[in-house]
Structure formats: C-alpha cells, structure tokens
C-alpha cells in the first residue's frame, strides 16, 4: 500500500507505475480516474481502465478515450442498471451473462414440471422452431452434461442457452415464455434509475420514476422527457398504490 494521491506522478513512480502492465483507477471522482490513467499512460504505463460514472462523462467516452489514452471505461452503474433490464426482458430466466459488449448472451433456464420443452430432445426442438439457439450445457441435479441432439429434456433441467439477444427473445416467445413488459415502476432516480430508465424508453415501455427530491426530479424531466416522474416517498404504500404500483409488470428498486 502507497499514501498518496494518485494523480500525483511521484506517487505513481513509487508504486511501480511506469513498468506497469495495467493501472486501474476506482477512486470517488470521475475526474480524478481519467487524470490518473491519462499520467499513467504517459508515465508507461501498458494498459488503464477507468471508472466513470458520471452519465454526461459517459455518453462521450468513445471521444475521450484516445486523448486520455484508456483501454476502458467501467461504469458500474450502467452495467447494474443492464443486468435489471435484462432480467425484467427475460423473467424466466435464472441467469443472464453477456459477452461481446452485449451482442452474445448465456441465459440459465428452468425447465418447469408440466412443460412442454419435458420429453423432447434438442434435435425436435430444432427441428420444430428453426431457432439459432446453442443449448451448451444442461444442469441435472448434481451432474452437468454436454448435450448432442438426441439429449432428451426432463422437467427441472436448467438448460444453459447461447445466442444473441434478439434470438434469445425469440426461442422464449415460442416456447410461450415470453411477455412484453408494457409498464415498469422505478423507485428512485439516482444514476442506476436514470441509465435504467433511458434503456426501457428506447424500447418502447412505459417508465415511471418515483424519487423524493424534487430538485432530481426536475433534472430527470429534462433527462427522460418521455418517462413520468414522480416525486413522493417510494416507501409510502399511498404512493405507490396512487402510481399503479398493483398493475405493474416489474417494480424496481
């Protein structure tokens, strides 16, 4: 462990930074993590990551990557606010890992007691929805299993699914597992709320924001015009129930 500040080039040259081969910066300011990337980089520095969390940093990133000179941004608030929607697009889902920046995802599915998917091998199941869709592997109890086309599905398999989102979507509509969420109840407006919110909107479903400070509530009116926000007390049951919160498909905290 080094005291010090880690904008400061002394500081860096005692920790080792110039024969570095990467330097992350997680420090309580944005600003202060691009400046310390960008002095690592110059100081030699192979590789640095950053954590950006402000939205307006964040937007134009891709700009400023190449005079800060980062190999990437992490923003844990984005990334937390893509796992939640994920989860309200896919709700049958026990699982979702993304690869690619997004474009690849691993979906973990539970094969319920009464379905129809019990019985059927993976090559009827091609056969019959046409989809392109890679079943990797199957969790049976204790046991994992690699599956070829004559593996036969059985009630309370989890099938570890691959595919894009848009083919993942689809193989859940027509197994009758999928329902287009219209309406979606977010409580609070900080930076996970907005980012969810923008992601919802661009899809086309109704957000509703509730947070309890009226000056953030100002500012996600202009943010997210299309969103209704509201500012009240999220752990009022009168609020909530004012809102909709009975007719919602996800309510999110």
Not at 100 to 109: A, D, L, P, Q, S
Request: glycine fraction near 8%; charged fraction near 25%.
């Amino acid at each position: 462990c080094i005291t010090g500040d880690g904008a400061d080039a002394k500081v860096q040259k005692e920790a080792g930074v110039p024969g570095a081969d990467l330097v992350v910066a997680c420090a309580s300011t944005d600003e202060l993590n691009m400046l310390s990337c960008l002095l690592a980089k110059r100081l030699g520095a192979k590789h640095t990551i950053a954590r950006v969390r402000n939205p307006i940093y964040y937007q134009q990133i891709d700009l400023l990557k190449e005079d800060l000179r980062l190999s990437m941004a992490v923003n844990p608030e984005l990334a937390a606010a893509f796992e939640i929607s994920r989860s309200i697009l896919l709700p049958d889902t026990a699982k979702v890992e993304t690869f690619m920046k997004g474009k690849v995802e691993m979906v973990e599915f539970i094969v319920k007691e009464r379905s129809h998917l019990g019985g059927v091998s993976l090559a009827e199941l091609y056969r019959k929805f046409q989809i392109k869709v890679l079943v990797c592997a199957v969790r049976r109890g204790s046991e994992v299993i690699i599956p070829n086309g004559d593996f036969v599905i059985h009630d309370g398999d989890r099938l570890h699914i691959v595919a894009s989102h848009k083919y993942i979507e689809e193989f859940f509509h027509l197994i009758g597992k999928r329902k287009e969420p219209k309406n979606i109840l977010v409580c609070g407006g900080g930076k996970v709320g907005y980012y969810l919110a923008k992601q919802l909107l661009t899809m086309g479903i109704d957000v509703k924001i509730i947070d309890k400070n009226r000056e953030r509530c100002e500012e996600l009116s202009d943010l997210l015009p299309k969103a209704t926000i509201i500012c009240g007390e999220g752990t009022d049951q009168d609020v909530l129930m004012e809102e909709g919160v009975n007719w919602m498909d996800s309510f999110v905290t």
